[in-house]
T-cell receptor
Framework: EPEVTQTPSHQVTQMGQEVILRCVPI?????FYWYRQILGQKVEFLVS????????KSEIFDDQFSVERPDGSNFTLKIRSTKLEDSAMYFC????????????FGSGTRLTVV | AQSVTQLDSQVPVFEEAPVELRCNYS??????LFWYVQYPNQGLQLLLK??????LVESINGFEAEFNKSQTSFHLRKPSVHISDTAEYFC?????????????FGTGTQLKVEL
């Protein structure tokens, strides 16, 4: 079964450093998303991406965050200058159509900012 | 705006007993509804979804959920749980029309199945 692949599975970074989280969505999917889950809390929407541009973003997704689809397969989330409160599990997801088919999530990247 | 409420943060249950995990949503427009399961140290897996049609939807591992529009609920049930069902379960909603295709999640329910 097709899956969304995320790398790395765990990343530790120093506060203030830039970090890039990588995702390979399912090949025929058109919509891409990033969500995050702070330990013990609910999963929160960060950003959605379609047709090479951001289609929606949450208030969490401030200027420190950016997304990119640098080639036909990868989808990246960059955090420019990490803060302690960015420590969370980050999930990438993709979907074939707008909302209707359910989202396929990756297994996540656990980001720890020290 | 939409929101999801999962009133039960933890549900302990004995193996082979029935279980119901509650989910209520709020939305000003029609929605699609989902249940996701997260096993320890793993990602989110789609368990089942309601898009349209029959209000009762089933998963391959014996879970079912019923969409109740009047009560704005989408409770998840299983008649007989197994130890392997121990996981966190998240209810989620997205708008079915118009813009805004993001998923809004509830806070999750930890199902703990005991022998």
């Amino acid at each position: 079964e097709p899956e969304v692949t995320q790398t790395p599975s765990h990343q530790v970074t120093q506060m203030g450093q830039e970090v890039i989280l990588r995702c390979v969505p399912i090949s025929n999917h058109l919509y891409f998303y990033w969500y995050r889950q702070i330990l013990g809390q609910k999963v929160e929407f960060l950003v959605s991406f379609y047709n090479n541009e951001i289609s929606e973003k949450s208030e969490i997704f401030d200027d420190q965050f950016s997304v990119e689809r640098p080639d036909g397969s990868n989808f990246t989330l960059k955090i420019r200058s990490t803060k302690l409160e960015d420590s969370a599990m980050y999930f990438c997801a993709s979907s074939e159509a707008l909302g209707s088919y359910g989202y396929t999530f990756g297994s996540g990247t656990r980001l720890t900012v020290v | 705006a939409q929101s999801v409420t999962q009133l039960d943060s933890q549900v302990p249950v004995f193996e082979e007993a029935p279980v119901e995990l509650r989910c209520n949503y709020s939305s000003s427009v029609s929605v699609y509804l989902f249940w996701y399961v997260q096993y320890p140290n793993q990602g989110l897996q789609l368990l089942l979804k309601y898009l349209s049609g029959s209000t009762l939807v089933e998963s391959i591992n014996g879970f079912e959920a019923e969409f109740n529009k009047s009560q704005t609920s989408f409770h998840l049930r299983k008649p007989s749980v197994h130890i392997s069902d121990t996981a966190e379960y998240f209810c989620a909603v997205t708008q079915s029309t118009g813009g805004g295709n993001k998923l809004t999640f509830g806070t999750g329910t930890q199902l703990k199945v005991e022998l």
